[in-house]
C-alpha cells in the first residue's frame, strides 16, 4: 500500500442515464508516469476529476498518497495537483502573479514560493516573461504556466488531463523534461493523452474505451499482447496498396502509417507469401514487406478493434 | 479559518485596479442614472397642452380661459373655433385637453345657476390625464367660488348664509409633496440592485468560463473563502455607491435627510447582504455569462415593478403582494425613504431591516450551499 501513490477501486460514474466510468480499478506506483489512453469520450476527464476531488463518485473508493479522497477530499487536495486540459489562468494577471496567487491558496511559505517558481520558470523558459499578462502567452507558454502554477506547492501526486493538447513540438519537449525531472523527484504523474509517442515515454498505461479499463501495462507489455504479428508494407502508392490489402484472407487489420502501410496478420510465415503473390498479382510493383515493430497507436487500434 | 481570504482580495483589487474601464463601469452610469431619474422620474405634471373652444365670448368665459392661461401646468395651444378643430387637436396630439365652454355659460352663472363646462381629455396616458383632471377641478372650483363672490356681492339681498368646508392641507414630511422627495430616495435602492446583483453575477460567472472556478476548487481553498473573496470587494463598491449618490440627492437634488447616517448604513449593508446574496444565487444557476445575463433580467425587472418604487404596493393583487415580501427593494425603499424624510429610527423600522436581514441570510446560505454542487 505504501508505495501506491494513487489507488482507485471500483470507480463508476453515471451523467444521467450514461455510463461514463464503469468499476475502474487502477493502482498507480509511487514515481511512475502513469498514461490514460482513450479515444475521446472513453472516460479520462472523468476519471481524472473524480480522482482530484472535483466531481465526487456514485461508488468506488479513492486513495490519493494515502489519504481516502472520497471521505478526506480536502486532505487529499494538499497532496495533489490537478490541471485540466485548459487551465484556468487569470489572463489579467502577470505571470508571476498567477504563481503568487497560486502559492497563496496552497499556503506555500514565501520563501518556499519564491525560491521554487525561479526554479520552475527557468525550467519552463518563462523566466523573462514572469512580468507579461498570462493573457498574451502563447498556448504552449500558457500550458506550461499552468504546470508551474500546479507544481508550485510541491504535490506529491500530479495529474494531467491532455497536457500537451495543441502545444507546439519544442514547448512539448520542455514539458516532458520538466516531467522527468519531477519524476525523479519523487512525485507522481498521472496523464492523459492522445498522442502516442507520449503513451510510448510513460512507464505504465491503462487502455480505456467505454469508461472500462481494457488493458493495464507496460509499454512493452501493451504491446506484446497485441494479437497477431505486425508487417510493414512500403509501396509508393500506399493508399491502393491498402485497397488491395483490406479484407484478405489472415489480415486482422490494415493501419495507414504516412508512406508505409501496417498489416496485422495470424501468422507472418504463411501470409508474406500471400501477400507477395496478391499485389504481384494486382500489378502493384516494388512494394516491400517486412515485419514491423508495433507501435502503441497499432496496438491500440488492434485492441480497441477487437473489441468493437 | 479565512486564512486565504487575503489572497483573494489581494488579486480581486489588482484585477479591479488594471481593468481600466471598471472605475468608469462602476461610477459614471450610476451618476448619470441618478441624474436622469432626479430631473426626469416625476409625476409633476405641467405644461399640458390645451386647446380651447370658446362658444359663449362672455366675460365669464374669457376670465375661466385666462385662469387656464395663468397658470403654467396648461399650455394654451390652439383657440379653436369649432368643434372639428378640438376632434383634430385630440387626435393628432396637438393638445392633450380640450376645454369647450358653451354658448349660455356666462348667461347661467349670472343667473345664479351652475354651468356645464365641457372638458376632454385624451386618456391614452391615463396617469397625466388623471392628474390634469384634478388641476382642472382645483382651477373650476377656484373659479366658481369668485363667482359665487361676485354673485353675492351684487345681489346682497338674496345672499344666502353659505355652508362650507373648507379642507386645509399640510402634508407631514413633504410638505410641498415634491415627488423628487420621493423617487431620489428610491432610485438609490433600484440603482443598487441593478449594479450590484449583476456585477456579482457575472463576476463569478466569468471564473467559471475562465476554467479558473474548477481550478481553485481543486485546491483546499473554502467555498467561503472563494466566495467572500469574491463580494467583500462587491460590498465595498456598494457602499461607495449608495454614499455617491446619496451626495448627489442631498447635495445637488436638495433632498432633506433628517435621519441618522448609522441606520442608513445599517440598512445599506443589509441590502448589499441581500443583493449580493442574489447575484451569488444567480451565478449558480449559470454556466455563461449570457445565461447570467437573461437571468440577471428575468429577476430584476419585476422586483424593480413590485418594490413600491413607483407603484403603490397596496394596490397590486394579492398574490403579487405576497411576491413583494421576499423582494429586499420593498423593505430597503420603506427604510430609505423613512430615514431620508421622516427622520425614524430603529425603534420603527426594525421590522423592515429584520426582514432585510433575513433575506440576506437566507439568499446568502442557499447560495453557498448551492455554490458547492454547481461546480459539478
Known amino acids: ?308 | 479559518m479565512l486564512e486565504r481570504l487575503p489572497v483573494m482580495l489581494i488579486k480581486e483589487f489588482v484585477q479591479l485596479r488594471r481593468d481600466r474601464w471598471a472605475m468608469f463601469r462602476l461610477i459614471v452610469p450610476m451618476i448619470i442614472q441618478m441624474l436622469v431619474f432626479g430631473y426626469a422620474a416625476t409625476f409633476t405634471v405641467s405644461h399640458v397642452s390645451t386647446a380651447v373652444l370658446d362658444l359663449d365670448r362672455s366675460r365669464a368665459s374669457r376670465s375661466l380661459i385666462s385662469h387656464f392661461v395663468a397658470t403654467s401646468r396648461f399650455d394654451v395651444v390652439d383657440v379653436a373655433r369649432n368643434q372639428g378643430d378640438i376632434t383634430r387637436d385630440i387626435d393628432h396630439g396637438a393638445a392633450v385637453i380640450a376645454v369647450v365652454i358653451h354658448a349660455g355659460f356666462g348667461r347661467r352663472l349670472e343667473n345664479g345657476r351652475s354651468a356645464p363646462l365641457q372638458v376632454i381629455v385624451d386618456g391614452t396616458n391615463s396617469n397625466t390625464a388623471l392628474i390634469a383632471l384634478g388641476y382642472i377641478s382645483q382651477i373650476v372650483s377656484r373659479f366658481s367660488a369668485e363667482q359665487a363672490g361676485r354673485a353675492a356681492s351684487f345681489r346682497t339681498s338674496v345672499a344666502a348664509p353659505e355652508i362650507g368646508i373648507a379642507l386645509q392641507t399640510y402634508p407631514w414630511f413633504n410638505e410641498a409633496l415634491e415627488d423628487r422627495w420621493f423617487f431620489i430616495p428610491g432610485v438609490i435602492g433600484t440603482l443598487t440592485l441593478l449594479q450590484i446583483v449583476s456585477l456579482t453575477a457575472f463576476a463569478i460567472v466569468r471564473e467559471r468560463e475562465a476554467g479558473t472556478l474548477e481550478q481553485i476548487m481543486v485546491s483546499p481553498i473554502r467555498p467561503v473563502e472563494f466566495i467572500l473573496g469574491k463580494t467583500v470587494p462587491y460590498f465595498l463598491i456598494g457602499l461607495g455607491d449608495i454614499a455617491m449618490v446619496s451626495s448627489i440627492g442631498i447635495f445637488w437634488f436638495h433632498v432633506p435627510f433628517i435621519g441618522n447616517p448609522l441606520v442608513m448604513l445599517l440598512e445599506a449593508s443589509l441590502y448589499l447582504l441581500a443583493t449580493l446574496g442574489l447575484g451569488l444565487l444567480l451565478s449558480t444557476f449559470s454556466r455563461t455569462q449570457q445565461q447570467a445575463f437573461a437571468l440577471n433580467f428575468f429577476f430584476v425587472n419585476p422586483l424593480y415593478i413590485l418594490s413600491g418604487f413607483a407603484f403603490p404596493i397596496a394596490s397590486m393583487p394579492k398574490l403579487l403582494q405576497w411576491f413583494t415580501f421576499i423582494n429586499p427593494l420593498r423593505y430597503f425603499l420603506v427604510v430609505i425613504r423613512a430615514v431620508f424624510l421622516k427622520g425614524v429610527g430603529l425603534k420603527v423600522l426594525w421590522p423592515d431591516l429584520s426582514a432585510m436581514a433575513l433575506l440576506a441570510l437566507v439568499m446568502l446560505t442557499v447560495s453557498v450551499l448551492r455554490f458547492r454542487k454547481s461546480l459539478d
Open chain 1, 1 to 308: 500500500m505504501n508505495d501506491i501513490a494513487i489507488r482507485a477501486e471500483g470507480l463508476t460514474k453515471n451523467f444521467g442515464p450514461v455510463s461514463a466510468v464503469r468499476d475502474v480499478d487502477l493502482a498507480v506506483y509511487r514515481g511512475e508516469i502513469f498514461g490514460l489512453v482513450g479515444p475521446d469520450g472513453a472516460g479520462k476527464t472523468t476519471i481524472m476529476r473524480m480522482l482530484s476531488g472535483v466531481l465526487p463518485p456514485d461508488a468506488g473508493r479513492i486513495f490519493v498518497d494515502g489519504v481516502d479522497a472520497v471521505a478526506d477530499p480536502e486532505g487529499a487536495r494538499l497532496r495533489l495537483s490537478y490541471m485540466p486540459q485548459r487551465f484556468g489562468l487569470y489572463e489579467d494577471l502577470t505571470v508571476a502573479e498567477n504563481i503568487f496567487f497560486y502559492g497563496e491558496i496552497f499556503s506555500v511559505p514565501r520563501g518556499e514560493r519564491i525560491a521554487r517558481s525561479g526554479e520552475l520558470l527557468e525550467a519552463a523558459g518563462l523566466l523573462p516573461f514572469r512580468r507579461r499578462m498570462a493573457g498574451q502567452l502563447s498556448g504552449g507558454m500558457k500550458q506550461k504556466l499552468g504546470l508551474v502554477c500546479a507544481l508550485i506547492h510541491t504535490p506529491r501526486v500530479l495529474l494531467l488531463d491532455e497536457p500537451t493538447t495543441g502545444v507546439d513540438p519544442v514547448s512539448r519537449r520542455d514539458f516532458w523534461a520538466i516531467l522527468y525531472n519531477l519524476r525523479e523527484s519523487g512525485v507522481t504523474i498521472l496523464l492523459s493523452t492522445a498522442y502516442m509517442d507520449e503513451a510510448e515515454r510513460c512507464s505504465r498505461l491503462a487502455l480505456l474505451h467505454n469508461g472500462e479499463v481494457r488493458r493495464c501495462d507496460t509499454p512493452a507489455g501493451i504491446k506484446k499482447a497485441m494479437p497477431g504479428a505486425l508487417l510493414a508494407i512500403i509501396s509508393a502508392d500506399p493508399r491502393r496498396l491498402r485497397e488491395a490489402v483490406s479484407g484478405q484472407p489472415g489480415v486482422l487489420g490494415v493501419l495507414l502509417m504516412g508512406d508505409r502501410l501496417h498489416v496485422r496478420v495470424d501468422d507472418p510465415a504463411r501470409r508474406i507469401p500471400e501477400l507477395r503473390l496478391l499485389l504481384a498479382g494486382r500489378g502493384v510493383t516494388g512494394a516491400v514487406i517486412q515485419a514491423a515493430e508495433p507501435g502503441i497507436e497499432d496496438v491500440f487500434v488492434a485492441l480497441l478493434g477487437e473489441m468493437a
